[in-house]
């Protein structure tokens, strides 16, 4: 029998800093040589204490990302952080993160948050969050954040179990992708009409992920 494994590599070393420079390509970046590594690739003066702008973007959310392409000292150990800002009546839209699970905390406001399970059944499991509840997304399940309050902004931060977690936002894949997916495809899977697609395709799609 054979069993495979689909997450990151254990690291078989104490770091693996990311060689941002080098052209080799692996899965994952090249190792800088040890002997180069300085405290800086483990360091980033990230400011994530500070209130982001949430007002970029329709969905009213800004995701200020720390990954390895950012922190190459990430690099092999399997993680990496975020802080979601919403505004009022702002959300983080249904979306996946095909390399990693996400435990999410309220650090301030209160949240709703959902995933759906896999198919057949899609499950929707859901809950009101406060400041200082905690929430987790497993890997690859579709999910999302809104914040509820009409008056007030939300903050929380999530550890994702990737040094590279990725990201698909549904309605940007479906209905922004360059090229576009065929209206016929697009109608016949949400069984709408072709031009209720056409005006969804025509939309702007926002990228709430900086």
């Avoid at 590599?9 to 800088?32: I, R, T, W, Y």
């Avoid at 405290?39 to 959310?61: I, W």
Wanted: hydrophobic share 40%; aromatic share 10%.
């Amino acid at each position: 029998s054979w069993q495979t494994m689909a997450s990151d590599p254990s690291p078989l070393q104490d770091f693996c800093v990311a060689e941002n420079s080098s052209h080799v390509l692996v899965n994952g970046f090249v190792c800088k040589d040890p002997k180069d590594v300085k405290a800086e690739d483990f360091f980033l003066a990230a400011k994530l204490d500070m209130p982001r702008d949430t007002n970029t973007n329709k969905v009213g959310s800004n995701v200020t990302l720390i990954n390895v392409m950012r922190l190459p000292g990430l690099n092999t150990l399997g993680i990496s952080l975020a802080r979601i800002d919403y505004a009022p009546l702002g959300e983080n839209p249904p979306h996946a993160h095909p390399r990693a699970t996400e435990i999410l905390t309220v650090l301030e406001g209160t949240l709703y948050a959902g995933f759906v399970t896999s198919n057949p059944d899609n499950k929707f499991l859901s809950k009101v969050l406060n400041k200082g509840d905690v929430f987790v997304f497993p890997e690859g399940l579709i999910h999302f954040q809104f914040n509820p309050n009409p008056y007030k902004p939300a903050v929380a931060i999530a550890a994702l179990s990737s040094q590279n977690p990725g990201a698909i936002t549904i309605a940007n894949a479906v209905f922004g992708s360059k090229p576009a997916i065929s209206d016929d495809v697009l109608a016949k899977a949400f069984q709408v009409e072709k031009n209720t697609v056409d005006w969804l395709q025509a939309q702007f799609w926002a990228d709430n992920h900086n």
